[in-house]
């Protein structure tokens, strides 16, 4: 079994560009999460996706964004970089209505200088 | 508005005793807690959960306990061994799947 995995691992692009950071699910599980996790806190909710439309949304401004494909692997892209935006980027998958638990991939580190 | 609090930042315990980390939260509509463990430059990993219906649960080394009336709930670690080094974050979550995590413990067992 497949777990959940993320591209790239590291990232460092300027104020102002775009990014996009992928992962794919683990095997059997229709539901993808991104986090956010600055340093020294715990995770925070972005968004969420379930058969290829949002199911849910945090506090995170709309050039935060996100698509999920057919084969359940899903798309962070975040437009107009801030330095505010430097973060661990964490995805998990889970399955809707079989359990309640999502597995985390190793994350994405992304630098904005 | 922190949701989910883990009061302590860090814990300092030697091998072979018993780890307890603490997590309170605030609102009473979560259905469902987790606790994960992250080693550096990885991601959390699962360990053990608890439904809010339920008031313990046990998985090998690692027992939950969560009291609804306190708000709270604690994971125990026995004995603690050295490999349990890492940062502890409990989550809860509500009937959308998202996830609230507190800012973490960081563990520290020493032989």
């Known amino acids: 079994e497949t777990g959940v995995t993320q591209s790239p691992t590291h990232l460092i692009k300027t104020r102002g560009q775009q990014v996009t950071l992928r992962c794919s699910s683990q095997?059997?599980?229709?539901?993808v999460s991104w986090y956010q996790q600055a340093l020294g806190q715990g995770p925070q909710f972005i968004f969420q996706?379930?058969?290829?439309?949002?199911?849910g949304r945090g506090n995170f401004p709309p050039r935060f964004s996100g698509l999920q494909f057919p084969n359940y692997s899903s798309e962070l892209n975040v437009n107009a970089l801030e330095l505010d935006d430097s973060a661990l980027y964490l995805c998990?998958?889970?399955?809707?209505?079989?359990?309640?638990?999502?597995?985390f991939g190793p994350g994405t580190r992304l630098t904005v200088l | 508005d922190q949701q989910v609090k883990q009061n302590s930042p860090s814990l300092s315990v030697q091998e072979g005793r018993i780890s307890i980390l603490n997590c309170d939260y605030t609102?009473?509509?979560?259905?469902?807690f987790l606790w994960y463990k992250k080693y550096p430059a990885e991601g959390p990993t699962f360990l053990i959960s608890?439904?809010?219906?339920?008031d313990k649960n046990e998985d090998g080394r690692f027992t939950v306990f969560l009291n609804k009336s306190a708000k709270h709930l604690s994971l125990h670690i026995v004995p603690s061994q050295p490999g349990d080094s890492a940062v502890y974050f409990c989550?809860?979550?509500?009937?959308?799947?998202?996830?609230?995590f507190g800012t973490g413990t960081r563990l520290q067992v020493f032989p």
């Open positions: 989550a809860a979550k509500l009937d959308t799947d998202k996830l609230i």
């Open positions: 095997s059997g599980h229709n539901t």
């Open positions: 608890i439904s809010s219906i339920k």
């Open positions: 998990a998958s889970s399955s809707i209505g079989i359990s309640d638990t999502q597995y």
């Open positions: 609102n009473s509509m979560f259905d469902y």
């Open positions: 996706y379930y058969r290829e439309e949002e199911n």
